[in-house]
């Protein structure tokens, strides 16, 4: 094997190590050995690696080592709402917002001099677009279903449908989150099925009950043999026996998706019109802005949540803040689908394909444009697909793309790749042609 000291020092590794520091390019080196030892082992590779080959591969983790999430990924995934990506792409707006320099009145009302309450331009915002009487922002969407259930169930019974006790994604998983608010799950119904009726004698027969809870089931659906009541049903349940209504929404749409032909996301409003006391969602899903998320609804309630001990340790930060503030300013002056999210889900299919038509022509005749399916993301939409186009390519570019910079990210579908049109904006269509022109050719 190389040893870790030649390799410190080999042309190729020096400027890494002005780059990143010794101690980071070190852990490189060690974890590259360890890497080639164990591809020996395994039979992958029959001798050590020359010291050039090593120091290529440093070179290389180094490469992407360093900028973490500073590095941009232009995403051809067809997912506009991709978790692993940061979900919803910022409009210019919401990135100059977190630009400005200096300091910001974050807690401060400027215009009396006094202290301010946090996030008062952004809740102020969320209820005007809502209706809700109040709004509390949080970190994020699981926060604030966890704070809005400290806040109105603590030590009591939550009663839940037995068809919603789910998993979202990432380990968020219902029963916990509500074992962790200090709650206590009451289960109703069957997995297939649960009535308005369940409800109710579960909260005849509870000693302390807290909330009605419903999930949205966002990312997968049900069908066939399955029932579940109304909003408005559950609504009349909760306010016979005196409890709150508590909705974890999930993706937060203050933009009516279904008149562009976009069905299954729900709007907050029409949760608040339904009779929901206290509704929780993300703010960086079918909303579009960065990663937070609100709880809204009964301005005791909201009041209740902010004064959990819980809420401060669970408060947004003044960057994701700015960003919010400005993104709700596009809703709020009619340009919702100037947020980017919204704007990628709503493209018409032509523009779509003429996008991916362009970066076909680009690379020449051996790329090719297919029809695909694409999808919102992030358990919004239930899951339903959003139709696409893509460009098909051979698999081979996917990772060399991936590994590029900026780094394209596509998905290998079938033994090729396909650079989906749907998540890209014109100008990063011009980019993914050069990239993959850049790559040399390799097609055909
Ligand atoms: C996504 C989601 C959450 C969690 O929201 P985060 O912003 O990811 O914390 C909670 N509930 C539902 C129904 C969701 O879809």
Redesign the pocket.
């Known amino acids: 094997m190389p040893r870790v000291d030649r390799l410190l020092g080999h042309p190729r590794v020096l400027p890494c190590v002005r780059a990143l520091g010794v101690a980071r390019v070190t852990a490189l080196v060690r974890a590259t050995l360890e890497g080639a030892r164990r591809e020996i082992l395994e039979g992958k590779r029959a001798a050590a690696p020359t010291e050039e080959e090593a120091a290529e591969r440093v070179e290389a983790a180094a490469a992407t080592a360093g900028d973490g999430v500073a590095r941009r990924v232009i995403n051809a995934t067809g997912v506009v709402l991709h978790?692993n990506l940061g979900r919803a792409p910022l409009a210019p707006e919401a990135l100059a917002a977190v630009a400005r320099p200096g300091y910001a009145a974050i807690e401060l009302d400027l215009a009396t001099g006094k202290r301010g309450r946090r996030g008062a331009s952004a809740e102020d915002a969320l209820v005007a677009l809502t209706g809700g009487e109040d709004a509390l922002v949080v970190n994020?969407?699981?926060?604030a279903?966890m704070l809005a259930l400290a806040a109105v169930a603590k030590g009591r019974d939550v009663i839940v449908s037995r068809g919603e006790l789910v998993e979202?994604?990432?380990g968020?998983r219902v029963p916990e989150v509500l074992e962790a608010s200090g709650a206590r799950l009451v289960e109703v119904g069957t997995t297939n099925k649960t009535r308005a009726a369940d409800y109710a004698r579960a909260l005849e027969r509870a000693s302390a009950p807290g909330a009605l809870l419903r999930?949205?089931r966002?990312?997968f659906r049900m069908i066939g043999f399955v029932e579940q009541p109304s909003l408005e049903e559950l609504a009349l349940v909760a306010r016979r026996f005196d409890v709150p209504l508590v909705e974890?929404?999930?993706?937060g749409a203050l933009f009516d998706f279904a008149e562009h032909g976009l069905s299954g996301e729900p709007l907050v409003r029409d949760s608040i019109r339904a009779g929901v006391d206290l509704v929780?969602f993300?703010t960086?899903?079918a909303l579009g802005g960065p990663?937070g998320?609100v709880v809204l609804g009964r301005r005791t309630l909201v009041e209740k949540a902010r004064r959990e001990p819980l809420a401060r340790a669970l408060r947004l930060g003044r960057l994701p803040l700015a960003a919010l503030e400005a993104t709700l300013q596009l809703y709020a002056r009619g340009r919702a689908t100037d947020v980017p999210a919204v704007a990628l889900a709503v493209a018409p299919l032509d523009v779509v394909e003429a996008r991916a038509a362009r970066i076909a022509a680009a690379i020449g005749a051996s790329a090719r444009v297919v029809a695909t399916d694409g999808e919102m993301g992030?358990?919004t939409f239930a899951g339903r697909p959003l139709r696409s186009f893509a460009v098909e390519l051979p698999a081979e570019l996917a990772e060399p793309l991936r590994a590029g910079d900026p780094s394209v990210l596509g998905r290998v579908v079938d033994g090729a790749l396909h650079l989906d049109a749907r998540t890209l904006s014109d100008d990063e269509a011009t980019e993914v042609a050069r990239l993959c022109v850049a790559l040399g050719k390799p097609i055909g």
């Open positions: 978790t994020n969407g699981a926060a279903v979202i994604g990432g968020f999930v949205h966002g990312n974890d929404l999930g993706g929780c993300s960086d899903k990663q998320g992030g358990g």
